[in-house]
C-alpha cells in the first residue's frame, strides 16, 4: 500500500502543494512506497517560524521532561521495529534484517539522548580574584536545520534530531526525498511522544527546501550528512550568514589486511564493510589493502563470498544485499566501474549489471577490482556502492601509507593480531573512526562520531560532541555584592 507523504508544521500534518514526489521500491522500481505533494518555499517560512515561536517555552522546559519525549518515543520506534525495518528495507534496499536493526538503533539512539539529564554536569572553576568563582552555563542554540542522506532514513536524523532536541533546540528537519515514509513514522513517534507543536516539524522536499532551509535567517544552526559537494555548499552558505554547521561528507575506507591477521575475521568483516547496505555508508570499505604474504589467498577468499552473495529483493528473507537507491546511483557506479578498467583495473568479481529478473531494479553486482599498479579514481573518487579495490602492499608501513592515500580519512580497518602494529595504525593512519579488528562502518551514540581530513566540516557528531554543537556556553564570572554591615 501506498503511503501518503505529509509534512508536519507547527503541529499539523499537512499534505504538499508542490511538485510530486514518490519513493520506490528501487528492487521493483514499480512499486511505489510514498507519494505526494512536495513542500513549497513558504512552507520553510511557516515551518520555521513554527520552529522560532516553539523555541523559548521548550528551551525552559527541564532538560529531563525533554528527554522524557525522546524515550516515550524510543517505545514507539522499538514496537514498530518489525513493521517499520521492512518498510525501510523496501524503500531504501538495505536487507530486512538490516532494516529492522536500524530501526532499533535510531531507539537506542533516542533512549541514550533520552537519558541526557542525568548526565548533565557543570563546569566552575576558580577565580584569579578573591570572592569570585566562574561558571559555565550552557543554551540551547535556537532553530536547527537536520538534512539527512537516504542511507540510514531513521538512525542518521535521530542521531541528528535527539540531541539538537534534549539540549532545548527547536528543529526543522529535510529528509532526502528517496525516503519520506521513515521520515514520517519518526516524526510521527515524537509527535505521539509528547513533543509540543512546532518543536520538530518535518519537510519533504528537493533542494530547493535544503537550500532555502540553509538560507533562512531564523534558522541558528545546521547539521548536514551526505555528499561532499553539498556539505560545502552548505558550510559555505552558513559561514556566510555567520551560523555554526555540521557537514559529514565523504570516506574513502580502506581495510587494511596484514600478513599475520586473523584471516577468516578479516574476510569476513571487510565483506560486511564493504556490502552491507550494499556499500552505501559513508563508513563503508571500498578500499583493500593486503600486505604481500596473504594478499592472494586474501584476495581470492574475499572474492569467493562476494560473488556468493545472495542479492536480491531486500525485503525476502534470506537476501544478503539488495539494490542501490536509485538509477542515477546505479548509473553512476557503472559508469566508475568502466572507468576504472579503462584505467588498468581487472575486475576479479562482479562488475556487470544483472540481466536476469533483477534488471530492472537498480541492482550492481558485489565487486572487487585489482588495481595493480594503475592510477585509477577508483581509488580516490567515492562510489557509495558496493565496490572494493584493492592494493597490495610490500609490509605494514607501506600499508598504512597507502591508507592515508586519499583526502577522505573517515574510518579505516586494521586487520592484526600485533599489539605494536595495531598501535603503529592508530599513530599514523589519519582517520576520525579507526576499526581494530572490526569493519570500518558502525558508530556508537555515545562516542565522537566523524572524519579527519574533508571528511567533514564543523564540530564532530554524537557523544560529548553532540552538546558541544547544539548548545553554546555562557562563561559567568559570579561574585557577590560587599558584605552588608
Ligand atoms: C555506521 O557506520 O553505522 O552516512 C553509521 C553514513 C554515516 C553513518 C555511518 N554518517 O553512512
Redesign the pocket.
Known amino acids: 500500500m501506498t503511503a501518503a507523504i505529509r509534512h508536519l508544521i507547527a503541529g499539523q500534518w499537512v499534505p504538499g502543494r508542490g511538485e510530486n514526489i514518490r519513493s520506490v521500491n528501487p528492487a521493483r522500481p514499480d512499486v511505489v512506497v510514498a507519494d505526494g505533494g512536495a513542500a513549497l518555499i513558504d512552507d520553510v517560512d511557516a515551518a520555521v517560524g513554527a520552529a522560532s515561536d516553539a523555541a523559548r517555552a521548550w528551551a525552559a522546559t527541564p532538560i529531563h521532561q525533554r528527554g522524557g519525549v525522546l524515550v516515550a518515543a524510543a517505545d514507539i520506534v522499538d514496537g514498530n521495529a518489525a513493521t517499520w525495518g521492512l518498510e525501510l528495507a523496501a524503500e531504501e534496499g538495505k536487507t530486512k534484517a538490516e532494516g529492522i536493526g536500524e530501526v532499533r538503533r535510531a531507539a537506542q539512539i533516542l533512549r541514550y539522548y533520552g537519558a541526557e539529564g542525568d548526565r548533565q554536569a557543570g563546569e566552575i572553576y576558580a577565580s584569579p580574584r578573591a570572592g569570585e568563582q566562574i561558571m559555565v552555563t550552557r543554551k540551547p542554540v535556537g532553530v536547527v536545520a537536520c538534512i539527512t542522506?537516504f542511507?540510514?532514513p531513521i538512525?542518521?536524523p535521530a542521531w541528528k534530531i535527539a540531541p539538537a532536541l534534549v539540549f532545548g533546540n527547536t528543529v526543522v528537519w529535510k529528509p532526502a526525498s528517496t525516503v519520506p515514509l521513515l521520515a514520517l513514522r519518526l516524526a510521527d513517534a515524537l509527535s505521539s511522544a509528547g513533543l509540543p507543536d512546532g518543536v520538530l516539524n518535518l519537510l519533504v522536499g528537493e533542494s530547493d527546501i535544503g537550500d532555502a532551509l540553509v538560507n533562512h535567517p531564523d534558522v541558528d544552526a545546521i547539521t548536514f550528512?551526505g555528499s561532499t559537494a553539498v556539505g560545502r555548499r552548505i558550510a559555505a552558505a552558513a559561514a556566510a550568514r555567520g551560523v555554526p554547521a555540521q557537514a559529514?561528507m565523504g570516506g574513502k575506507n580502506a581495510a587494511i589486511v596484514l600478513d599475520d591477521a586473523d584471516l577468516d575475521l578479516a574476510v569476513e568483516q571487510v565483506l560486511l564493510g564493504a556490502f552491507r547496505s550494499t556499500g552505501q555508508?559513508?563508513?563503508?570499505t571500498s578500499r583493500l589493502i593486503v600486505t604481500a604474504g596473504i594478499a592472494d589467498r586474501f584476495v581470492s577468499a574475499v572474492c569467493e563470498r562476494a560473488a556468493a552473495l545472495r542479492v536480491g529483493d531486500p525485503t525476502e528473507d534470506d537476501v544478503e544485499m539488495g539494490p542501490v537507491i536509485s538509477l542515477p546511483a546505479q548509473q553512476n557506479i557503472s559508469a566508475g566501474i568502466a572507468t576504472a578498467t579503462e584505467q588498468g583495473a581487472t575486475v576479479l568479481t562482479g562488475g556487470a549489471l544483472y540481466s536476469d529478473a533483477r534488471a530492472d531494479g537498480y541492482f550492481v553486482a558485489p565487486t572487487v577490482l585489482d588495481l595493480g599498479a594503475a592510477d585509477a579514481d577508483v581509488w580516490t573518487e567515492e562510489l557509495f556502492g558496493p565496490v572494493l579495490a584493492v592494493k597490495r602492499a610490500a609490509d605494514a608501513e607501506e600499508a598504512f601509507a597507502l591508507a592515508n592515500d586519499s583526502e577522505f580519512g573517515l574510518?579505516a580497518a586494521v586487520f592484526t593480531q600485533d599489539l605494536t602494529r595495531a598501535l603503529h595504525a592508530v599513530e599514523h593512519i589519519d582517520v576520525g573512526v579507526l576499526h581494530i579488528n572490526s569493519e570500518s562502518?558502525?558508530?556508537d551514540p555515545h562516542v565522537p562520531?566523524g572524519g579527519a581530513k574533508k571528511s567533514g566540516l564543523g564540530p564532530k557528531e554524537q557523544g560529548t560532541a553532540a552538546r558541544d554543537f547544539f548548545t553554546h556556553t555562557t562563561t559567568v564570572y559570579l561574585r557577590g555584592g560587599r558584605p552588608r554591615a
Do not use: L, R, V, Y
Open positions: 542522506p542511507n540510514f538512525a542518521i550528512t559529514e555508508k559513508c563508513t563503508a574510518s562502518a558502525g558508530a562520531f
